[in-house]
């Protein structure tokens, strides 16, 4: 890793270090706009580490290679932007199915479809839960700086070994591009997760067993373990299965792995909320702006605050639930699209509180000005719901 100390870099080369620092040894990708520089700086890094950079001819073979890496024993990520994630689905899907734990760093841009290349989003939040077919409990980790670039991309990794699965980073244009000082730790100083190695041996190894915390240990190929992969429906010895019942068992787990261990995974920020009636939801790069918005207000007599989500799958859901009980009479969600993360939130306040919407299209992120604009019209009641 990066010698310790305070360096000056962009998102996307405190990522790419940040994967170095967990021990990232594999890197599978194709270049796209705005996540490019992820890969350089990878390619650049990974012949003095003995790591494996492969360059490949699309997105759909860049996740298919490190879902094998990953089998093989090594720390695996990819990384892309919208249109190459949307080719990333189906084996988003296997890598969920089958228990593979790699990362996935997904720099929003403007879309749909090639959209606005070079200009920030927040599109793809709810493509991060729902992309994939089919039932399963997914780990999104958001950042709003150059130093959570290298922060969460080291948790994304402890989080994909410690609960076997894909787990995606989601960035977007500005904090990819933007450039800050990071700090970089001593090495002894990192936290750093493996994965939980098989107690039993070959002759009697379920490798879809779990364990007590729903996660089954996981045998590398090559170590004497007999171990079937498959995206079929499959029992704890890894063999298909029509049968109903195992359909539920695998499925009820996969989801149960996540939504039982909330407590560890959900992370979420909060500036200003003890007193506050209204609350601004805000991720990534509006983050930013919001913590601005809510100086502002404050300084004009509105009782504002802000809520954060850096886990923002699994959503946290109960905060919101319990603000909304206890004094919070409003949630400002503001977001670079046309909603998505807005219909979480009056979801989780259950009709306790209203929510509304600060909505902008892709291309730049909201000014605290514009986010002011909006709780202005809350307290006077010039804002429509945000479905109206």
Known sequence: ???????????????????????????????????????????????ELHGSYLQMEDELASI????????????????????????????????????TPCVIVNVMRGGPSTGLPTKVAQGDVMQTRWGTHGDVGVIVLVPSSPQEMFDLTVEAFN?????????????DEMVSHMTEKVEIPPKEELNIVDR????????????????????????NAGEGYGV?????????EGHPSVDEKTQNMLVTRLIDKIRKNADDILKYEEYKTEDAEIVIVAYGSVYRSAIEAVDMAREQGYKVGLLRPITIWPFPEERIYD???????????????????????????????????APKMGGSIHTPEEIMDRIVAIDQEKIPDFKE
Not at 22 to 39: K, M
Not at 161 to 169: D, F, G, Q, S
Request: charged content about 20%.
């Open 159 to 171: 989080m994909a070994e410690k609960y076997r699965l894909p787990v995606i980073l989601l960035s």
């Open 323 to 357: 603000m909304a009980r206890n004094g919070t009479e409003s949630f400002l969600v503001a977001e670079i699209n046309f909603g998505q993360i807005v219909f979480e939130v009056e979801r989780c306040t259950a009709g306790a509180a209203k929510t509304y919407l």
């Open 64 to 99: 298919t290679a490190i879902l094998g890496a990953s089998w093989a024993g090594r720390k695996a990520m990819t990384a892309t932007s919208g249109p190459g994630f949307s080719l990333m689905m189906e084996n988003y899907g296997l890598g969920l199915m089958t228990e």
């Open 228 to 236: 079937h992969v498959t995206g079929l429906t499959h029992d704890e």
């Open 1 to 47: 890793m990066m010698k310790p100390g305070v360096h000056f870099m962009d998102g996307n080369t405190a990522c790419a270090e940040g994967a170095i620092a967990a021990g990232c040894t594999f890197f599978a990708g194709y270049p796209i706009t705005p996540a490019s520089e992820i890969l350089e700086r990878i390619a650049n890094r990974f012949p």
């Open 196 to 219: 939980k190695k098989p107690r039993d041996p070959p002759s009697e190894f379920l490798p879809f067993c779990p364990d007590e915390d729903l996660v089954p240990p996981m045998a």
